[in-house]
């Protein structure tokens, strides 16, 4: 396992304000295989390293998160489906201690590098997280999550 | 497969469990330094619950009610505002009722400072400025405001200028109800 170049984004959202938080930490392991077209990865971010840029809603985020039982988030493959310049990648996310299979379309290009990008949408409730609330009302249950990687050949 | 995701998860819990000190304590504000800093009163006196878990939850629930009771008190600190200017406009039926609202909303504005300033520390602290540090120095402003205009309300009685002492007492409650305003207003801003 070693870092892996990228990022990864989640965008939260309430009725009041929408915000976006940013990982650039991201350690894993990614096996390609150019002539089979077939790959498999492990992708591990720890919560910790999301910055939304106001301090205490991260504090919050990690909070309700459960961050200090389960601080990372998790990501294996188990299939990718290669087309021209796309691939579907197939998966399980453990999020708070539950593990849920999940499918994510990305961008694939390849030159002197490969160069991956895609979001999907997670709900909160699937993973048990009680979503916060300010001002009465609680943040959306949805929440889009958005990647990149750069991985050198 | 499986143990391999597995033991990652548990190696993360083992290796983070030290980070569950606060990230960027030395920018942690003075007060909650004051009672739950290392050598903190709340410590000091074993008032502290069990684990840090327990602790962010205790947080949550005194945040939660503090937003609850701010916004409470912006309304009685708005109330007491249009009773006090129908006192300067000469209606002093209404000195009665300002005086008696004055401790309800003074005792609302108190228990939400209280839990704001008594709440255990969050994960994570930074230097830059944002929306919650400007939320954070403006209560400085309406907090001396609130501990003040009490005392200005009585000297109205007991000053030898009276309309001075009234100005006063309007003046430093404007100041302290606009900067309420503003503080509440700071929390909906996403940055």
Do not use: C
Not at chain 1, 11 to 18: A, C, I, M, Q, V
Not at chain 1, 42 to 50: A, G, K, M
Not at chain 1, 109 to 128: A, P, T, V
Not at chain 2, 71 to 77: P, T
Request: hydrophobic share 40%.
């Amino acid at each position: 396992m070693k870092s892996i170049d990228g990022e990864i984004k989640y965008y939260g959202s309430h009725p009041l304000h929408d915000w976006i938080g940013i990982s650039k930490t991201i350690i894993g392991k990614i096996d390609y295989n150019i002539k089979e077209m077939n790959a498999n990865a492990i992708i591990v971010t720890p919560l910790r390293s999301f910055n939304s840029r106001v301090p205490s809603r991260d504090s919050n985020m990690l909070i309700y998160t459960n961050a200090i039982d389960h601080p990372e988030v998790v990501f294996e493959s188990t299939n990718f489906e290669f087309a021209e310049d796309s691939v579907h990648i197939y998966g399980d996310l453990s999020f708070n201690g539950i593990t849920k299979s999940m499918k994510t379309s990305a961008l694939f290009m390849q030159g002197d590098n490969i160069y991956i990008s895609g979001s999907f949408f997670i709900r909160l409730s699937d993973y048990e997280i009680i979503r916060p609330s300010f001002m009465f009302m609680n943040i959306d249950n949805s929440v889009k999550i958005e990647y990149y990687f750069n991985l050198k050949i | 497969m499986k143990n391999l995701i597995a033991l990652i998860i548990i190696m993360g819990s083992l290796i983070a469990q030290p980070k569950y000190d606060i990230e960027g304590e030395e920018f942690m504000p003075l007060h909650t330094k004051l009672f739950w800093g290392e050598k903190g009163l709340v410590r000091k006196l074993n008032l502290a619950p069990k684990n840090r878990k327990d602790e962010l939850k205790l947080r949550i629930k005194m945040l939660q009610a503090h937003q609850r009771l701010a916004l409470a008190s912006l309304g009685l600190v708005a109330y007491q505002s249009n009773l006090g200017n129908q006192l300067i406009n000469g209606d002093y039926s209404k000195l009665s009722k300002h005086k008696n609202f004055s401790r309800v909303s003074w005792s609302v504005y108190m228990a939400s400072a209280t839990l704001s300033y008594l709440a255990p520390p969050a994960l994570k602290y930074e230097k830059k400025v944002s929306s919650m540090k400007l939320h954070r120095w403006l209560s400085y402003v309406h907090f001396s405001g609130m501990m003040a205009i009490p005392f200005l309300g009585i000297n109205i009685t007991s000053s030898s200028n009276y309309d001075k002492a009234v100005k006063l007492h309007q003046n430093v409650a404007y100041i302290t109800m606009f900067s309420l305003a503003l503080s509440g207003l700071l929390t909906i801003l996403p940055y």
